[in-house]
């Protein structure tokens, strides 16, 4: 099964429970304010203050997490750049017949993986692409 099918039936099962148990507390505080409305509230701000701290501790590891992948991914493009100026310059070490030659190949393969990622909302399309600029 594709990853993206099983990650939207998951988001959709995950949050179709949460809607299902909200509104199983949201009766079970109806009928126990109906029983006793001035216990009913008794002991709920604790819980609440609990829940809330919980909620922003997720929220915090979330961020850091997401944080974390974004500055992976801008050293990959920074130490990806290099090695591709570093490699054109070298280009210049070989002999005047063959460096033409490879400079074309290498305009190539920097031209196939630019149109990969820019084609990044379609992954197939971009994974050939990728898979075309690494055969060369």
Known sequence: MRFELLTSLSTAALFGGMLLLVEVGRLIGARRIATDPEGARAGVGP???????L????????????????????????????????????????????????????????????DAYRRFRDPEAARRMLADANSM
């Open 55 to 114: 909620l922003g501790l997720l929220l915090a590891f979330t961020f850091y997490g997401a944080t974390g992948r974004f500055d992976t991914r801008r050293q990959l493009i920074v130490d990806e750049t290099n090695a591709i100026g570093a490699t054109y310059l070298r280009l210049d070490l070989l002999a005047p017949e063959d460096a033409t030659w490879l400079r074309a190949a290498f305009r190539r393969y920097l031209d196939l993986r630019i």
């Open 47 to 53: 819980f609440e203050g609990a829940l809330f701290a």
